[in-house]
């Protein structure tokens, strides 16, 4: 499978880039996809969430009335959950929620998000490139050759480069990974993928 190579400004030049198809052009396994992304989401979670229990409540040290002889119900302590004031039963406490997945499944996962994207021509390919210092205006500029303003797109790079990441800083939809970092999420959330031809080569290398 091949692709044309376009220029920084957008434009298509005479060359061109291999799409591995044993990257590109699986079979996906969508229960491969969920997993994976069920992974990063679960791995963003703090977990720092804590309610007080009647343990952690202020007060209720002292029995509120007597056992007997009220014609009330017997109380402990005026901290019980059932009490204005009192603890909160079965809240939530702090937990991990990291999670595990093999890193075969991880690449599988990775194959069939690529392959859906690949089958939906939502993958393009660009000459490597880097900036002296970072510029908005450049990275808009491309996006605008491209044809791809307002649309979320993974722009994934040969290695990692500072002023690339801090050009596309301000623009929200526009997502700069590398190579090597990118995940099945990151693929999904992205209308387009746009690969540095560098970061095409590894690709096919490493995921194939």
Not at 42 to 63: D, I, L
Request: proline share 3%; hydrophobic share 35%; with cysteine.
């Amino acid at each position: 499978m091949k692709l044309d190579v376009h220029a920084q400004d957008g434009k298509k030049t005479t060359a061109k880039a291999d799409l591995n198809e044993k990257v590109f052009k699986i079979e996906p396994v969508d229960h491969a996809i969920w997993l994976d992304v069920r992974l990063v989401n679960a791995n963003k979670r703090q977990g720092t969430h804590q309610s007080k229990g009647r343990s952690f409540v202020s007060g209720g040290g002292k029995k509120p009335f007597k056992q007997k002889g009220t014609g009330r119900a017997r109380q402990g302590t005026s901290r019980a959950p059932h009490h204005v004031g009192g603890g909160r039963v079965f809240g939530p406490s702090p937990r991990n929620y990291l999670m595990k997945v093999n890193k075969k499944v991880k690449a599988l996962a990775r194959r069939s998000a690529l392959s859906y994207k690949a089958r939906d021509k939502k993958i393009v390919v660009i000459e490597n490139f880097n900036y002296d210092a970072p510029s908005t205006k450049n990275i808009t500029a491309l996006l605008s050759g491209l044809n791809l303003v307002d649309k979320k797109v993974l722009f994934c790079t040969a290695e990692n480069s500072a002023n690339i990441v801090k050009s596309a800083a301000n623009l929200y939809k526009v997502q700069v990974r590398e190579s090597d970092t990118f995940s099945t999420y990151d693929i999904l959330r992205a209308d387009t993928i746009v690969f540095q031809e560098g970061a095409l080569n590894k690709i096919n290398e490493v995921l194939g």
